[in-house]
């Protein structure tokens, strides 16, 4: 069981609490990038650099994710092939990506992706604050409960 971090815009909070959890429930975690990231205090937390590119860290970690595994992203793509894959997906806020609604979260994405190429502007995702950071904890923590 290993936890795979689409890290390139992770919000430090979510890396925080990753961390701590691997210490706790001796959990792997692989921060994936394509920039340097400084690697964690903690033994079960590894980093990989992959080369510059659109959707290099995507592909590194769609390719190596198992059934089981925990994939941490904000990339709606890279979490469908993730669950395609077999494992499971969180986002930074705390929204739970699924066989059931990652279809949906892809179609909205593609149709937002529509509209800003013909200059409307959509916007981005709201601000990570305390409310995002709980959101993640908890999803995280029901993951972790489902662990043997």
Known sequence: MTIWVDADALPRAVKEILVKASIRR???VVLVANRWLEKPKARQVTTVLVTAGADVADDHIAEHCQPGDLVIT???P???RA???GAEVVTPYGRV???QNVREALSIRDFQDDLR???VMTGGPA???NAERQAFANAL???LAQQP
């Open 78 to 80: 890279l979490a469908a």
């Open 97 to 99: 990506l699924d066989e």
């Open 127 to 129: 601000p990570f604050g």
């Open 83 to 85: 669950v395609e894959a």
């Open 141 to 143: 923590d029901r993951w």
């Open 26 to 28: 001796q959990i792997d």
């Open 74 to 76: 904000a990339d709606i």
């Open 117 to 119: 190429s013909t200059g």
